[in-house]
T-cell receptor
Framework: GNSVTQMEGPVTLSEEAFLTINCTYTATGYPSLFWYVQYPGEGLQLLLKATKADDKGSNKGFEATYRKETTSFHLEKGSVQVSDSAVYFCALKAVGTGRRALTFGSGTRLQVQP | DSGVTQTPKHLITATGQRVTLRCSPRSGDLSVYWYQQSLDQGLQFLIQYYNGEERAKGNILERFSAQQFPDLHSELNLSSLELGDSALYFC????????????FGPGTRLTVT
C-alpha cells in the first residue's frame, strides 16, 4: 500500500537557521506529493505541491523537489522564522481510479526559537 | 481561511452517545472528504463524497456514517462513542472528484469522556 515516512520531531532551530524535514514515500506509479502545515489550533493548509518527477514546489520560502530515484520530497527553507513554528505533514495522492484520498506522514513539529 | 467551515469547533460527550459533525465545502467544490487526526493513528482518511454520492472509503468504522446533502454540505455521524474516538475530525473539499488539491477546514475537536 501507499505510505509516507517523515523524520520524527520535534525539530528545534534558532531563527534564521536552515531547515530540512525529510520525507520519503512508497507508492505505485507516480503519485502527487504535498506538504501541508498545521499552525497551533488550526486546520491544515496546503504549503506546496509537486505532481511529477523533478518538479519543484515552492511557497513562502519553502521548497521541495520530487525525487523519483530516491522516492523523496524533502522540505527545505533557507532561513526560518519564529512564525514558521508549526507541524508539517508530507502527503501523497496516488494515481488511478479510486485513489482520491491523501495519505499523510506522521507530521514533524518545528519549533523556532528567537 | 480555506473557505471550508466546520461546526461545532469543540464537542464533549459521554461514551455510548451519538454526535453529528457538520462541514460546508468551499463555494464551487463538489467533493467532501473526512479525516480523523488522533495521537496514536495520525491523520487518516475516513470517507469521500462527490456531488452527493459516496466515492471512496478509508478506515471508517461501522459505527460512523456520513452523507452529503443537495446543498453539498456534509455531515459525519459518530455513534456508540468510545473513549478512543476522541480526536480532531477534519473536513476537506476539492473541486473535482479526484482533484490534486484539497482544502481543509479548521476541524472539530471531539472529546469522549
Amino acid at each position: 500500500g501507499n505510505s509516507v515516512t517523515q523524520m520524527e520531531g520535534p525539530v528545534t532551530l534558532s531563527e534564521e537557521a536552515f531547515l530540512t524535514i525529510n520525507c520519503t514515500y512508497t507508492a505505485t506509479g507516480y503519485p502527487s506529493l504535498f506538504w501541508y502545515v498545521q499552525y497551533p489550533g488550526e486546520g491544515l493548509q496546503l504549503l506546496l505541491k509537486a505532481t511529477k518527477a523533478d518538479d519543484k514546489g515552492s511557497n513562502k520560502g519553502f521548497e521541495a523537489t520530487y525525487r523519483k530515484e530516491t522516492t523523496s520530497f524533502h522540505l527545505e527553507k533557507g532561513s526560518v522564522q519564529v512564525s514558521d513554528s508549526a507541524v508539517y505533514f508530507c502527503a501523497l495522492k496516488a494515481v488511478g481510479t479510486g485513489r482520491r484520498a491523501l495519505t499523510f506522514g506522521s507530521g514533524t513539529r518545528l519549533q523556532v526559537q528567537p | 481561511d480555506s473557505g471550508v467551515t466546520q461546526t461545532p469547533k469543540h464537542l464533549i460527550t459521554a461514551t455510548g452517545q451519538r454526535v453529528t459533525l457538520r462541514c460546508s465545502p468551499r463555494s464551487g467544490d463538489l467533493s467532501v472528504y473526512w479525516y480523523q487526526q488522533s495521537l496514536d493513528q495520525g491523520l487518516q482518511f475516513l470517507i469521500q463524497y462527490y456531488n452527493g454520492e459516496e466515492r471512496a472509503k478509508g478506515n471508517i468504522l461501522e459505527r460512523f456514517s456520513a452523507q452529503q446533502f443537495p446543498d453539498l454540505h456534509s455531515e459525519l455521524n459518530l455513534s456508540s462513542l468510545e473513549l478512543g474516538d476522541s480526536a480532531l475530525y477534519f473536513c476537506a473539499s476539492s473541486v473535482g472528484e479526484a482533484s490534486y488539491e484539497q482544502y481543509f477546514g479548521p476541524g472539530t475537536r471531539l472529546t469522549v469522556t
